[in-house]
C-alpha cells in the first residue's frame, strides 16, 4: 500500500527494520517537546515490532524520495485493539493405511488457519519532522492510515492525545474523528483526551 504525490517524491511505505529508529527519533522528539517520555512511550519505540507489526498491525513512513535520496519526514502506527488468533480447522481422522500415511504437506493443506478480523485499531506515535510541518503531511499520513483500516475491513479507529496539541485536532476533526466524553485509555498521564473514527459511518 503506497501512496504518492503528483511529482513522485513524497510516498509512504510500510514498516521496514532500517525505518526502526526514525519511528523512534521523531517521536521522542515531539514527546519531549510537551511532555515527558512514559513507559509506555518506550515499550513502543524501543520495540515498534512488537508493539505493531505482530500482532498484525502497521507502521507507516512519510519518505522524501527528492534528488534521488530518502528521508524520513513523518511516521505514524496502526496498532491492533483485537489480537489476530490463528483457530485451527478440525482435523479429520486419518483414514489412510500404516503402508499410506499422511504426508506431512497433505496434514498441512488439512490444517488450514483462519485470522480474527482485527475490527479496532488504535492509531498512535504519529509524528512529522519539525521542518515540514505545514505541508499538509500529517493529513497524507491519517488518510493512509484511514484507508488501511478500511482495506482491513477495520470498524473503529480510536486515539488518546492532549487538548494542547491543537493541529493535530484540526487534522484529527477534519477527517472525522470524535470526542469521547471520557478518556478510557489510563496509559499515559499526558492522555486528556480520547477520540474515535467509525468507519462504518463513512461507508
Known amino acids: 500500500m503506497i501512496a504518492q504525490d503528483l511529482n513522485g517524491d513524497i510516498v509512504i511505505v510500510g514498516y521496514k527494520a532500517k525505518y526502526a529508529g526514525d519511528f523512534a527519533a521523531l517521536n521522542y522528539h515531539w514527546i519531549t517537546e510537551f511532555f515527558v517520555i512514559e513507559a509506555e512511550d518506550r515499550a513502543a519505540l524501543d520495540y515498534p515490532e512488537a508493539y505493531a507489526i505482530d500482532n498484525g498491525g502497521e507502521i507507516f513512513f512519510v519518505l522524501d524520495r527528492a534528488n534521488g535520496g530518502e528521508q524520513v519526514i513523518g511516521t505514524a ?46 492509531l498512535a506515535k504519529m509524528a512529522v519532522s519539525p521542518n515540514r510541518q505545514g505541508e499538509g503531511l500529517g493529513q497524507l499520513l491519517l488518510q493512509h492510515c484511514i484507508s488501511f483500516a478500511r482495506q ?47 468507519l462504518d459511518e463513512q461507508n
Open 77 to 122: 502506527a496502526m496498532v491492533p485493539k483485537k489480537v489476530p488468533k490463528k483457530v485451527p480447522k478440525k482435523v479429520p481422522k486419518k483414514t489412510s493405511t500404516k503402508s499410506h500415511p499422511q504426508t506431512a504437506q497433505e496434514v498441512a493443506k488439512i490444517e488450514v488457519t483462519t485470522a480474527v478480523a482485527i475490527e479496532v485499531y488504535e
Open 152 to 198: 482491513r475491513q477495520g470498524k473503529q479507529i480510536i486515539l488518546t492525545t492532549n487538548d494542547i496539541l491543537k493541529p493535530a485536532l484540526a487534522v484529527y476533526h477534519k477527517l472525522g474523528f470524535k470526542d469521547l466524553p471520557v478518556n478510557p485509555d489510563d496509559r499515559y498521564e499526558r492522555g486528556n483526551l480520547a477520540m474515535v473514527l467509525d
